[in-house]
């Protein structure tokens, strides 16, 4: 299993953005998807995640200002980021839960800034 994210990038002060990951290989049964993101210095922490049904949970960081989806026929999930502040400056990672192991993206930077 791969997974592959896109979508970061530079962005002023209250700007969106949307990131975007699909994985690969062959996913069969339940899993969870979520983003996660790290900046200098901090550890990495969690953003959101959503499960297999839809439901979806949210750290307070972004709660209120992302919405995160999928696409089950995709094996994809997204990230909507909007009304973002520097302090979101990060790279962004996606993780794939499944079969009790954790598989992650490469990472996307964020970079909110004015």
């Known amino acids: 299993v791969q997974l592959q994210a896109s979508g970061g990038g530079f962005v002023q002060p209250g700007g969106s953005l949307r990131l975007s990951c699909a994985a690969s290989?062959?996913?069969?049964?339940?899993?969870?998807m979520g983003w996660y993101r790290q900046s200098p210095g901090k550890q990495r922490e969690l953003v959101a995640y959503?499960?297999?049904?839809?439901?979806?949970n949210y750290a307070d960081a972004m709660k209120g200002r992302s919405n995160i989806s999928r696409d089950r026929a995709k094996n994809a999930v997204y990230l909507q980021m909007n009304s973002l502040k520097p302090e979101d400056t990060a790279v962004y990672y996606c993780?794939?839960?499944?079969?009790?192991?954790?598989?992650w993206g490469q990472g996307t930077q964020v970079t909110v800034s004015s």
């Open positions: 993780k794939l839960s499944y079969r009790g192991n954790d598989y």
């Open positions: 290989g062959r996913i069969l049964g339940g899993n969870v």
């Open positions: 959503i499960i297999n049904n839809g439901a979806a």
